[in-house]
């Protein structure tokens, strides 16, 4: 009997799409096919993910015949009238999207307390200048305790799951788009708020400071949040960045039309890294040359290198739709 019988039977007493076992093996949709086709076969690593998955040897799923296995009902997917979440990714993409917002506040929070007690030693009698520095490198320990973590897990997830069905309906589209816009509106009006208050505190120069950086912490919290939740639910902008994080031998196991997809979006991030690299040198020369002064307005570089990707994407878009 063959691998290719093998894998298809035990497939159907799962109850399970090429698309499922595809996720839950890391690899795209086309991959499963070939194998069942019998055009190419799994790297080992692969096979062993089968054994543990289906709960048999290396021996029985390559060589052995298992045709005759019943199904486990207990163990098959549930049928389905739409795609599911059958990785976990809404999961660990919503996680995500809670600890990086809030370890960058934690920072900016941290920043804040440092300057209301560095201010503090401007009243007579205080004695708070010990503290100012220890608050600011708490909270950039704790932020970072945060952040780091969250995106190895994501890095972790990505590399196991580079391929997602899309599971989510028009309604939580729609609600992770709402999402967003009321995280910016909230966290714009923050920020605003804050720089309201320099002008409200100016006689209170301990708080003049602090104050617009709490605001600070609270907008951007709000701001990364809803950007990460609507970006969670574009999951093919998640299996477009798998797709340019490619290798050749990866990529060598698409069909053609995947394959051709692979390479275009790594030669479109290259060209985004080129441009923004350059505008970084740009940036730097125009800082540290003092012939050119241009100190004021060298940071313009990144901007206009940011406005030149997306005439990049922006003409890709337009070629790829011919």
């Not at 052995?64 to 976990?88: E, F, I």
Request: hydrophobic fraction near 50%; charged fraction near 15%; include cysteine.
């Amino acid at each position: 009997m063959s691998f290719r019988d093998n894998l298809q039977h035990l497939r159907a007493t799962r109850n399970m799409t090429q698309e499922q076992l595809a996720m839950l093996l890391g690899v795209s949709r086309q991959s499963v096919s070939k194998w069942e086709a019998e055009r190419a076969y799994p790297e080992m690593d692969k096979l062993i993910r089968l054994c543990e998955l289906f709960e048999c040897t290396l021996d029985e799923l390559v060589l052995g015949d298992m045709t005759a296995r019943p199904a486990n009902p207990a163990a098959s997917m549930p049928p389905r009238a739409a795609p599911q979440d059958v990785t976990g990714y809404d999961q660990a993409m919503r996680t995500f999207a809670w600890k990086l917002p809030l370890g960058i506040a934690v920072i900016v929070a941290g920043a804040a307390l440092s300057v209301l007690f560095a201010g503090l030693t401007l009243v007579p009698g205080s004695a708070y200048q010990s503290y100012s520095s220890a608050l600011m490198l708490v909270g950039a320990a704790v932020g970072i305790a945060l952040i780091v973590p969250a995106l190895f897990a994501r890095r972790e997830f990505r590399r196991s799951h580079p391929f997602v069905e899309d599971f989510y309906t028009a309604e939580q589209k729609s609600q992770a788009r709402k999402a967003f816009s009321t995280g910016l509106v909230a966290g714009i009006a923050l920020v605003m708020a804050g720089l309201a208050s320099t002008i409200v505190l100016q006689p209170f120069p301990w708080l003049a400071g602090s104050v617009p950086l709490f605001f600070a912490a609270l907008g951007a919290f709000f701001i990364v949040h809803g950007y990460l939740v609507k970006s969670c639910c574009d999951v093919e902008r998640y299996n477009e960045k798998s797709l340019r994080g490619m290798n050749e031998a990866q990529i060598g196991a698409l069909d053609d039309d995947l394959a051709s997809r692979a390479r275009q979006a790594k030669r479109t991030y290259g060209m985004y890294a080129l441009i923004m690299g350059l505008s970084t040198v740009v940036g730097l020369v125009l800082l540290f040359v003092p012939a050119l002064n241009a100190r004021w307005w060298f940071w313009l570089a990144w901007p206009i290198g940011g406005i030149l990707c997306g005439v990049v994407k922006a003409y890709r878009s337009v070629r790829s739709a011919k």
